[in-house]
């Protein structure tokens, strides 16, 4: 079983919405509570780039792409980070990965599909 693991990807209209899940089911709970959280994608032929984090503290980033569309979260007691993504678009469409940082290593899903039609 993976430390990271994506869900809540799929084909979508543009203009409308999904939420991405990422569980780290074999984190203990007491003591997840991972320094940064941060949602990649990758769109075919194009490197990677960071979408949104959010540190411990709540402090949250996004790209200029997606600011005012998605909002990333995160539940500690539930192992689990969001990323609520709206009014998509075409050029949403990509591979979206989670990252965790402990501080010290850094924890990747596998990724799920992202698919915006327009």
């Known amino acids: 079983q993976a430390q990271v693991q994506e869900s809540g990807g799929g084909l979508v209209q543009g203009g409308g919405s999904l939420r991405l899940s990422c569980r780290a089911p074999r984190m203990i709970t007491s003591v997840y509570n991972p320094k940064t959280i941060s949602w990649y994608r990758q769109a075919p032929g194009k490197p990677r780039e960071l979408v949104a984090s959010?540190?411990?503290?709540?402090?949250?980033n996004y790209s200029d792409a997606v600011k005012g569309r998605f909002t990333i979260s995160r539940d500690n007691s539930r192992k689990t980070a969001y990323l609520q993504m709206n009014s998509l678009n075409s050029d949403d469409t990509g591979v979206y990965y989670c990252?965790?940082?402990?501080?010290?290593?850094?924890?990747w899903g596998q990724g799920t599909q992202v698919t915006v039609s327009s």
């Open positions: 990252n965790l940082n402990d501080g010290a290593t850094d924890y």
């Open positions: 959010i540190t411990s503290g709540r402090t949250t």
